[in-house]
């Protein structure tokens, strides 16, 4: 049965090829948050096989890594501030 769960969870990880990843442009969450999960999909891109597939969750773990870098400077602002 464990690869019952893995066949059901491919699908909400790679979603639809091609499909919009609907990241916010405003971080919500802590910078860590984004960065773990840029290297989760780098994991995921060194595991595909398929050259469009890998290109496409690189480009989502760059989205990724973006967040991370306006979630942590917004968070140094925010601590600057009295």
Do not use: C
Not at 46 to 55: E, G, L, Q, R, S
Request: aromatic share 8%.
């Amino acid at each position: 049965m464990g690869n019952t769960w893995q066949r059901d969870r491919r699908p909400a990880e790679f979603g639809s090829f091609g499909a919009d990843l609907s990241l916010p442009s405003t971080p919500s969450q802590p910078a860590n948050y984004y960065r773990k999960h840029a290297e989760r999909v780098r994991r995921m891109a060194a595991d595909a096989t398929t050259p469009a597939i890998k290109k496409h969750l690189l480009q989502a773990a760059l989205e990724y890594e973006r967040l991370a870098e306006k979630a942590g400077a917004a968070n140094r602002i925010g601590a600057e501030s009295p």
